[in-house]
């Protein structure tokens, strides 16, 4: 069964302090992974894609990496800031085409809290 | 500018009464779909469209029906909600074709509709 985890659950770090979120996939056969940011309140916004040839690509403050071979996804976010209080959501694409075009599987999400 | 707008965004109903989220985009997009979140849970899809006059049934689709006459358009119905319905729903939209020759399957999100059924 294909499964995408995410960790922590949620995060609480200081303004202008850097943190790590962590993305474990079990799709299989890989096609891409993204990384969304939602907002309280707001619909999910791209960040960031990671196709299987990519192990690291920045957007801004904004990093994420990818090993393939492991399977996991991290998204570095470097000198936090108060508007990157947000829910972080981890979804992976499958090779597999369904009726529906290839199939997603999205995570819980990581609720992060940037505080003064 | 590109969106995908809801509404209502938020609505308080009950039990059996039935009701419709309007969704719509306006970027010529070809495939379109209905989630909800649930706390713990994350986006589940409820039902999709790949193009005009073709929906299909996603992860959690009791309940709920859909339908696909206009490209932009694309309504979510609950005939006769429940409480079990009480969610935030999100529809989005995607291109079926890539930028550049590329496919990057990069969903669009609407702002969401937070229904209560009581």
């Known amino acids: 069964k294909n499964q995408v985890e995410q960790s922590p659950q949620s995060l609480i770090i200081l303004e202008g302090k850097n943190c790590t979120l962590q993305c474990n996939y079990t799709v299989s056969p890989f096609s891409n992974l993204r990384w969304y940011k939602q907002d309280t309140g707001r619909g999910p916004v791209s960040l960031t894609i990671m196709t299987f040839s990519e192990n690291t690509k920045s957007n801004g403050r904004y990093t994420a990496t990818l090993d393939a071979d492991t399977k996991q996804s991290s998204l570095h976010i470097t000198a936090s800031q108060l508007s990157d209080s947000a829910s972080y959501i981890c979804?992976?694409?499958?090779?597999?085409?369904?009726?529906?075009?290839?199939?997603?599987?999205f995570g819980t999400g990581t609720q992060l809290k940037v505080e003064l | 500018e590109a969106q995908v707008t809801q509404n209502p965004r938020y609505l308080i109903t009950v039990t059996g009464k039935k009701l419709t989220v309007t969704c719509s985009q306006n970027m010529n997009h070809e495939y379109m779909s209905w989630y909800r979140q649930d706390p713990g849970l994350g986006l589940r899809q409820i039902y999709y469209?790949?193009?005009?006059?073709?929906?299909d049934k996603g992860d959690v689709p009791e309940g709920y029906k859909v339908s696909r006459k206009e490209k932009r358009n694309f309504p979510l119905i609950l005939e006769s909600p429940s409480p079990n319905q009480t969610s935030l729903y999100f529809c989005?939209?995607?291109?079926?074709?890539?930028?550049?020759?590329?496919?990057?399957?990069?969903?669009?999100f609407g702002e969401g509709s937070r229904l209560t059924v009581l």
């Open positions: 469209s790949m193009n005009v006059e073709a929906t």
């Open positions: 989005a939209s995607s291109s079926s074709r890539g930028q550049g020759g590329r496919y990057t399957g990069e969903l669009f």
């Open positions: 979804v992976v694409r499958s090779l597999i085409l369904t009726g529906g075009g290839n199939k997603l599987t």
